[in-house]
């Protein structure tokens, strides 16, 4: 059976997912200390300012919300992060980012980033690269 582009497009999505999340995540580990779950957090959590519900926190990132529970007891026995009761709703809390978390995440940014001009970058010219980020971008659109 013949694969329409959709579908050809879609498996190939997948495939370099599969390949650069390693990658990356090498990357992170040894120019950085940090996992790329780890970064992912510290990523929104900086995106927002440094505060997010836990709540909130799990519909960001790239990963279950038992996982980023796990992660923020994680970061938080690091220092990069402090968890803070809600005062407005017991049941729920907010992950802060530390001082230490922002320097970490400072770093690592610098190695994330070059980690995806290598492997985009280097690998795409520029038309390219804007075309695949604006196709990429309209598949989000609701």
């Known amino acids: 059976m013949t694969s329409t582009d959709a579908e050809r ?4 999505l997948l495939r370099v997912h599969a390949r650069l999340v390693p990658t990356l995540d ?24 440094g505060r997010l ?6 519909e960001r990132v790239v990963l279950s ?8 007891d994680e970061l938080a026995a690091a220092g990069l992060v ?3 009761a809600n005062p407005d709703d017991g049941r729920s809390s907010f992950a802060l ?3 230490e978390g922002r320097r970490r995440f400072r770093d690592a940014a610098r190695v994330y980033r070059a980690g995806i001009a290598r492997e985009i ?21 609701d």
């Open 82 to 84: 402090v968890r803070e």
């Open 9 to 12: 497009a879609w498996g190939a």
């Open 65 to 72: 919300r038992t996982r980023v529970s796990r992660i923020v």
């Open 121 to 141: 970058g280097g690998r795409l010219d520029p038309s390219a690269q804007r075309a695949l980020a604006e196709t990429l971008e309209r598949l989000l659109d």
């Open 53 to 58: 519900r836990m709540s909130e926190l799990g």
């Open 26 to 49: 090498r990357a992170l580990q040894a120019g950085a200390g940090l996992s790329l779950a780890w970064y992912d957090v510290l990523l929104e959590l900086s995106s927002a300012g």
């Open 97 to 99: 980012l530390t001082e």
